[in-house]
């Protein structure tokens, strides 16, 4: 069967009996005190200008995102939960380890004023946070439900601008904030203490993105039954910097779009006129002419 066994060992190299089942074994399980782990220098250090690095050990980062590492219990029905999470979690330390000022608000500083090592730090903090309401399932309520609150901030809001506004889809983002429960109620919070004028002039990320959706449609949208859309796109100038040439000579033709597909137009059907009609017609046309 390909089992890699050393078969010069006791028992060819099988463990002993009972050993009819040897996989998924639950009996010895490991949790990790962390699921993101990384030590950096400064996005700036050089070594030509500053020599060579005389901090600590230096390693990428490196995670675990996945229910297999995070929740191994499977037959519990919470591993999909936290992998998922886990993996938001990772994508969100990657796309802001180079993004010096995210957390300065959060720390009391100036942004001109963070530091590599303070953001590093800052970072790593909300990495652990993270990790731990992973743990904990501090899923968000509209997150848990899969769709948004009709009291929510966002389709509040959205209501008070428009009123045929449909409620938008949620859609699970990377931010942290949008995820975990008490991270979402100090963004809720934060809006919420916002003065009248503030307000005024403040725009829900999420309902500027749906009345944009609901503005293209609008503009673009036929009465099509299949909710259709005019739509083309602009031609190829270059890629790379490097200007694109003729007709293609390959004889591949692209695929249409079925955005561009226009309905049929039937040809008019002919009025069907009675006879008796026609010869009524008729005779008064003759009549008149006598």
């Not at 009345?211 to 949208?221: M, N, Q, R």
């Amino acid at each position: 069967a390909g089992i890699p066994v050393d078969e010069t060992m006791d028992n060819g190299g099988f463990v002993d009996a009972p050993n009819d089942v040897m996989a998924f074994d639950f009996a010895e399980c490991w949790n990790t005190p962390k699921s993101i782990a990384f030590n950096l220098p400064p996005a700036d250090y050089d070594t030509q200008l500053h020599g060579e690095w005389m901090g600590k050990r230096l390693w990428p980062m490196v995670g675990l995102a996945g229910d297999a590492l995070l929740e191994p219990f499977w037959p519990m029905g919470l591993g999909l939960k936290r992998g998922w999470q886990a993996i938001m979690d990772a994508c969100y330390v990657i796309d802001n380890l180079y993004n010096r000022a995210l957390l300065a608000e959060k720390v009391g500083k100036d942004p001109s004023a963070m530091t590599w090592d303070d953001h590093y730090e800052a970072l790593q903090a909300q990495s652990a946070q993270n990790f731990e309401f992973c743990n904990r399932l501090k899923v968000g309520e509209e997150l848990g439900k899969g769709e948004y609150s009709d009291k929510s901030i966002i389709v509040t809001q959205l209501r008070k601008l428009t009123k045929d506004a449909e409620k938008p889809p949620l859609e699970v983002e990377i931010d942290p904030a949008t995820r975990y429960a008490p991270l979402e109620d100090e963004a809720n919070a934060r809006i919420r203490a916002m003065s009248k004028a503030e307000l005024e002039n403040f725009t829900h990320p999420k309902v500027a993105k749906a009345l944009a959706v609901a503005d293209f449609y609008g503009k673009h949208s036929k009465s099509g039954g299949r909710g259709e859309i005019d739509y083309t796109a602009k031609a190829l100038v270059s890629v790379n910097g490097k200007v694109r040439g003729g007709k293609d000579k390959g004889g591949y033709k692209p695929r249409i779009s079925l955005c561009n597909i226009k309905p049929p137009v039937l040809p008019a059907a002919p009025i069907a006129i009675p006879k008796e009609q026609v010869e009524s017609i008729a005779m008064k046309k003759r009549a008149s002419l006598t």
